[in-house]
């Protein structure tokens, strides 16, 4: 196999960055390549002062440079070049991304580098068109509703996407006027630290983008309860949403965005057309080794069609080959950790234990590197775990219906509400069904995100609170004030 680029050329920054600078710290958490198993590097994990010293950076930057109360086209100006400066640093910042996560570099430099870019241009644009409005009252007032920046974010990002989730933050944030304190998951820091130098040598004030590295339990919860922290946006697990809500009820009230978990329905009808139904729900759980939090993990199908459309997928899923993320050709990832692999396993085979059928899959890939097969799981009774719990890996679940009401009961999660799937060809069930599910998100004859960054995304029930991309995340960086004037 040979690789896009030299690992040993690229160089791994340990050190936090704040205030448009490398701090070093005492390094403690190895960072490991999950398509190898080596130790790439220690990074190290920021304590209280560190992130209070982050904060502070982020508040003085906010003051010297005036970004909040700027005109918002100079705000506009610096966040397009530093989209074209990403743009420009696609290789470097692959590279980055592809050394330590599940991203193959290929995907990554053509496709989330892209991306990121393009949603930073479009949150750009918010900050001179999104604004207050003139309140309808009684001629003997004047009132208004404006909105203005909250001051310091704290960011918090999970490494299945390191480098989209720090622009769907960071992009939001800084147009609407606001600095940031970002910790990315202690497992795929590179990128986010290169997103941040290339944000102070496009123009951003430095100190208005700070990236301190650590772990969930000493780092996060000292950015989360931060009392110069005005807003908390995360995206992560269910687990560690539901903790920051804690630290945060107990530190002092503030708002927040979390962007949680989910265990994502996949129906099927018997009029769908099934090649294609296929093909997505295999691309749906396939994708970055599954480990998406839109994953379409249960698949629901029409009885009529459930053995067609199971010998498709069996043959998809056969069909994946792992690779190395930095192979010149994107192959099927990595699970980014042995932990995270076992975890993967031990639901699959408690599965099976309890009844239920492999169609395929179900052990992980002979090969160096912590690679699991896609996996397809039939027959599991209600309360199987592995219809219940998140999985967060290559695994997907299959159950049949007979009547639309039936597949409706087995989409509706008790807890989780992120992402639906339908495919039918029927318009009338199309509108029907997706005002029934119970999810944020709805995709009918497709399984995945478009580029029109103009949809919010978010889940329903505990799969989150308020929304990433779309307008509604650049509203959700500035906060409401009315404002009535007795004439
Ligand atoms: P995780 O919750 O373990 O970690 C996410 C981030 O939170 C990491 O940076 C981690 O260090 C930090 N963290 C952990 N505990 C914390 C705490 N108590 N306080 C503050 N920070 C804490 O999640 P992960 O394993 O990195 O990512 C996978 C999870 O993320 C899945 O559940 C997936 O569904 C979810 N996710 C959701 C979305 C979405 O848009 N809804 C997108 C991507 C991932």
Redesign the pocket.
Known sequence: MSLAFDPARITLCDTHFIAGVPVADRPEIAVVSPSTGAVLGRIPRADAAMADRAVEAARSALVCSNWGGCAPRDRLRALHRWADLIEAEADTLAALEAICSARPFVQARAGDVRITADQIRFFAECADKEGGTLAPVADSSFGYISDEPYGVIGA??????PIS?AG?KLGPALAAGNAVVL?????TPYSTLYLAELSVRAGIPAGLVNVVL????V???A??GHPDIAKVS????????A??ME?IARTGIKPMTL????KSPVLVFADADLDLAAECIDRGITANAG?????GSRLIVAREVADALAAKLVARFAAHRPADTLATEAGFSPI?SEA?LSRIDGIVQAATARGAELLCGGQRFDRAGSFYQPTLIAGAAADNPALRE?I?GPVATFQTFDTEDEAMDLARHPTYG?CSGLFTRDLSRALRLSRRLEAGTVWVNRYGRSQDHILP???WKA??LGK?LGRDAYLANRRRKSVLIDL
């Open positions: 918090i990002t999970p490494w299945n996407f989730m769907w910790k990315p998951s202690e497992m650590g772990d969930g339990p780092t996060g919860t950015i989360t995360f995206t992560g697990s269910t687990r560690a949403g903790a920051i630290n962007e949680l978990g989910g480990q998406v939090c839109v994953a980014i995270q998140e967060f992120l995304t978010g889940g799969s989150g990433d």
